[in-house]
């Protein structure tokens, strides 16, 4: 089936630190990939949405300059969360789909924890 | 902004007993997807219905999709302690647009 690999699973790092998450789509090329945040015991919210080889869609009240959005290829997409703060600690899941009306595939998540 | 009412919240069951998530909006769905996800883990594609109607087995798991593609529920027969985990609806209008999610329903099998 679909697969799709996030990079790092863990991060702990100090206040202020930039952090890169990597999303890959590894057996089908990715037309649309997704970031979400999930707190404890939550659902999934929408952060934003990416399309290949254009700018990301933030969702409301997701700060575009906090949370850098990278779709560079059609088989990764990277989320960049800059000057991250203790209230940026989250579990952070990427997913992704190689086209219009097809389901998600998700990765396994990276928890962000800042010190 | 489509919304997904999921229910319950959380469920505590006995092993053996059969058990049902309802997921319900007031929107049409072009299709909708269920979900399981463990501790530290992405979520699992279980199942995509889009037909209006659609019901799909996976082993245990029944799925169906209302006629009006606007709920969708998942009936579980002889819960086992290796059901437990965070189910979660989600569902997409025609299109590009991205998945709306439930807010999950966890569940708890005790042996």
């Known amino acids: 089936g679909a697969v799709v690999s996030q990079h790092p699973s863990r991060v702990i790092c100090k206040s202020g630190t930039s952090v890169k998450i990597e999303c890959r789509s590894l057996?089908?090329?990715?037309?649309?990939m997704f970031w979400y945040r999930q707190f404890p015991k939550q659902s999934l919210m929408l952060m934003a949405t990416?399309?290949?080889?254009?700018?990301?869609?933030?969702e409301q009240g997701v700060e575009k300059d906090k949370f850098l959005i990278n779709h560079a290829s059609l088989t990764l997409s990277t989320l960049t969360v800059t000057s991250a703060h203790p209230e940026d600690s989250s579990f952070y899941i990427c997913?992704?789909?190689?086209?219009?009306?097809?389901?998600?595939?998700f990765g396994d998540g990276t928890r962000l924890s800042i010190l | 902004t489509q919304l997904l009412e999921q229910s319950p919240q959380f469920l505590s069951i006995q092993e053996g007993e059969n058990l049902t998530v309802y997921c319900n909006s007031s929107?049409?769905?072009?299709?909708l997807q269920w979900y399981r996800q463990e501790p530290g883990e992405g979520p699992v594609l279980l199942v995509t219905v889009v037909t209006g109607g659609e019901v799909k087995k996976l082993k245990r798991l029944t799925f169906q999709f209302g006629d009006a593609r606007k709920d969708s529920s998942l009936h579980i027969t002889a819960a086992q302690p290796g059901d437990t985990g965070l189910y979660l609806c989600a569902g997409t209008s025609a299109g590009n647009t991205p998945l709306v999610f439930g807010k999950g329903t966890r569940l708890s099998v005790i042996a």
């Open positions: 990416s399309n290949e080889g254009s700018k990301a869609t933030y």
């Open positions: 997913s992704a789909r190689w086209g219009r009306d097809q389901p998600q595939h």
């Open positions: 929107s049409v769905f072009s299709s």
């Open positions: 057996d089908f090329q990715a037309t649309t």
